[in-house]
């Protein structure tokens, strides 16, 4: 298990990560029955990256590395997190089946290129928070979610 885990005040100025399978500025990718939990970053800066994910947070499991899939990720706080650029991919939030869930992940006051991500207004009905980032999330992806500073304050 990794548990309570920190970071704090963290400038990333490059990203250059060609496999899919290990992208992600903020990874975290339990495999061989690891569960993650108990995390929070706060104050993260994020230039524009060259090759890569701004997030990814996957319960891994691939033979050729892993014995046997992540248990989990849960209980993830990312407060105040910036991106300003243009060339990320596809952020990935992805849950496998049964147990091996992502839970309660939220995201306090994301922003990108200026502009917050909140599940809450400032987008059509028909988009999620999510689709701003831009970010995939699965069907095995339970309680996540985007919130102001303000929103957050009111919890």
């Known amino acids: 298990m990794l548990e309570n885990l920190r970071f704090e005040n963290i400038d ?9 399978s290990a992208q992600g500025c903020i990874a975290l990718n339990p495999g061989d029955g690891n569960l993650i939990r108990d995390v929070r970053c706060d104050n993260m800066r994020v230039e524009d990256i060259r090759w890569g994910q701004l997030v990814q947070m996957r319960i891994t499991y691939m033979p050729k590395w892993n014995t046997a899939p992540g248990r989990g990720i849960e209980n993830v706080y990312i407060k105040d997190l910036t991106y300003t650029g243009t060339h990320a991919g596809t952020s990935l939030l992805l849950g496998l089946e049964g147990d091996h869930l992502i839970k309660d992940v939220t995201f306090e006051n994301l922003v990108v290129n200026g502009r917050v991500i909140r599940d809450s207004g ?16 699965n069907e095995h992806v339970h309680n996540l979610r985007f919130l102001t500073t303000e929103e957050a304050a009111a919890l």
């Open 12 to 20: 990333i100025l490059d990203h250059r990560e060609p496999q899919v």
């Open 122 to 137: 400032g987008k059509p009905a028909w988009y999620l928070a999510s689709d701003g980032v831009p970010m995939f999330a």
